[in-house]
């Protein structure tokens, strides 16, 4: 049986991949998606793997430990983390399987995954993403300063990537997504 | 501006690229149609620049020549041809240019357009492949075995194309096309 694909989909903060990702999972049901492990507390609402894996500070390290996670970062104080095996055994399965990261944790989980989709989100211009970074809430010039030169940086790091979508407006950016999936499994490897 | 792309769709006689082609002519009606060039007459309602470029044998035998085709072949005492300058002139311009030709010819235009997307038109079976060609006419039993010979040996060509798509419904197999012409313009190259 064949594989599935590992399809990971990026950008820098503010480019709206958890607005396009929530989109997909619309439109595209029968797409298994990644849950993440956190540390952070269930907000109202969110359940135990269907939101995230809620995991203690201490079960989180000992994931880290164990080479179970594929990439993991630490956001205001909580880990969040991307089990591996749930990944492993979708593919394994001949499912594909959808991942919504940070441009860092992509790059990390390509060293483990070459063989991934890697699909890079981008603003319609640079413009648009500082309006939206700025349209966030009431920041400081400092804290937009500082979150715009992230970004840029984020930006230069598209290179590393096979396909780079415009998120000019949602349903053409899932399209578009869709569009690469399909056209993945038609391919002559 | 970045040149546009040419997408080429071939695969095995009685795979029903034709009825593809026609299919997506409907379906993506702003993408540009390669016109073959000919030296059989034109039949009832058949436009000059439009089903064909009729030509006299010495203008076919000339545009050879001159290398003006990307490739040609005879069939039953005509030539058939792929005029360059048009393919040349449209991806200059920024726009796809669709190209739907036999296997041979396909391979020929890969080595003077090694970055063209080559899809490749499969049959949903080899039995389904036979019922095609079977399914035409009158054929002998010979010719039909024949027919089926070349197209296994046609089938052993997929290897070189970029894609391949199966023919199992024409509005999926357009589909298929279309993603993958959308998730081309999205590569990162």
Do not use: W
Request: glycine share 8%; net charge negative; with cysteine.
């Amino acid at each position: 049986m064949a594989k599935g694909l590992l399809i990971v989909l990026s950008g820098p903060s503010g480019v709206g991949k958890g607005t396009v990702g929530n989109a997909l999972r619309k439109r595209l049901p029968e797409l298994t998606y990644s849950v993440s492990a956190t540390t952070r507390q269930p907000r109202q609402g969110e359940e135990n793997g269907v939101n995230y894996f809620f995991k203690t500070r201490e079960q989180f390290l000992d994931m880290i430990e164990k080479d179970e996670l594929l990439e993991y970062a630490e956001y205001v104080g909580n880990y969040y983390g991307t089990p591996r095996d749930f990944v492993e055994r979708t593919i394994e399965q001949g499912n594909d399987i959808f991942l919504e990261i940070e441009v860092q944790g992509a790059l990390k989980v390509r060293e483990k995954f070459p063989e991934g989709i890697f699909i890079f989100l981008l603003p319609p211009s640079l413009d648009e993403l500082k309006d939206r970074i700025r349209g966030r809430g009431t920041e400081t010039q400092a804290t937009i300063d500082h979150r715009m030169s992230v970004a840029v940086d984020e930006m230069n790091l598209m290179q590393h990537y096979d396909y780079a979508v415009v998120n000019d407006e949602i349903d053409l950016a899932c399209k578009r997504i869709e569009s690469i999936i399909i056209a993945e499994h038609c391919k002559i490897r």
